[in-house]
């Protein structure tokens, strides 16, 4: 619960934020459930006070709340002129200075509207409901996990893996895991020996997300059990280490060297238009490859696509994945799947039409 302030004609904006993110880290601000705040969400208010922070200077804008209790009629009108101002002059900077998308400046957006509400809940009538007026945009992007033969070269191609550099075989097997378990990047990179079961000869993975506080419990195939093996002489961790920038550079090189250079197409949203990315600088721009776009995300998307593409059940992953049932996110997992196997299915109906006709 928020301290009591000293309810002056004007509070400085960011003393009432820190105060909200730092009752966010202590446990003070809890979930709806009870549950605490998690460090990535308390993370995200912090890049927001940073953000914040770099546009008042920047822009000379200086933030604060006047406490609307103490405000006339005629004050309240020109607190509301006030916010709209921020809104747009905010937004403009994000767009417009930094070049971030719809996602990332919505996400700025919603974490605002947290604080407003949190705020008008723990002190009633300071902040008002000026904050109601600040649109939060949202895009689909696009995912791009690899098909079930991409990923399957990786785990099999012997000859591709003998020519890989030592750095880039650990990388290969770091992905190639991430490829197989579903977890999240901050999940992989924590992984330890403990995570580890042997049940009836079968090795498990359990591991507690970092993000949703949920259990997870997956099987291991084979390939991904001789990866572990490989690198069995670690004291603690189960895989080897990267930093996430790395790792993201690290992924892009690996399939380009793999091949798999097709091109893709990337649109992005600002202010609700969207436009396709390109590669390159000026008049070299080009088209995006599929290599170019592939991160971190990628491993995590592969794998619960591959599950679902291959006819595990739905329920089933989203066990594992830790999707919640009627996630709008897993269903667009569901739909990537469904285009595979109606590939796959049409290819089927052809070679059977062909056999077919040759009897004619």
Known sequence: ???????????????????????????????????????????????????????????????????????????????KNYWKKFYKKFTDYLYDDCGYFDNYAGQ?????????????????????????????????????PLLPEELGFLVYNKDFE???????????????????????????????????RIMNGHHYLSVRSIKTDTDTQVKLPAYAVEIINRYRKLKIRLLPSFNKVNLNKFIKQLLEIAGFTQPVRVTRGKRGKRFELKGGAGDSRQTLRFCDVATTHTMRRTAITTMLSLGVPEA?????????????????????????????????????????????
């Open 1 to 79: 619960m928020m301290a009591s302030v000293n309810l002056q004609k004007e509070i400085p904006f960011f003393d009432l934020y820190q105060r909200f993110v730092n009752d966010s880290k202590k446990g003070r601000r809890l979930q709806p459930n009870g549950k605490r705040i998690s460090p990535g969400t308390v993370k995200n208010y912090e890049y927001t006070a940073a953000l914040l922070q770099q546009f008042t200077e920047d822009k000379g804008f200086i933030l604060r709340i006047r406490p609307t209790r103490r405000l006339t009629q005629r004050e309240m009108l020109a607190e």
């Open 108 to 144: 700025q957006i919603k974490n605002l509207k947290v604080f407003f509400n949190h705020l008008n809940k723990e002190m009633p009538q300071l902040a008002g409901d000026f904050h109601k007026q600040f649109y939060v945009r949202k895009e689909e992007i696009p995912i791009f």
């Open 162 to 196: 003998a020519n890989l550099k030592p750095r880039m075989r650990q990388v290969k097997d770091f992905f190639v895991f991430g490829c197989t378990v579903a977890l999240r990047f901050s999940d992989l990179v924590a992984l330890k020996k403990s995570n580890l």
């Open 316 to 360: 089933v992953v989203r066990k594992i994945s830790g999707h919640a049932p009627g996630s709008k996110e897993f269903y667009r997992y569901v739909q990537w799947a469904q285009s595979y196997q109606d590939a796959e299915t049409e290819k089927m109906f052809h070679v059977l039409e062909q056999k077919s006709l040759q009897k004619r």
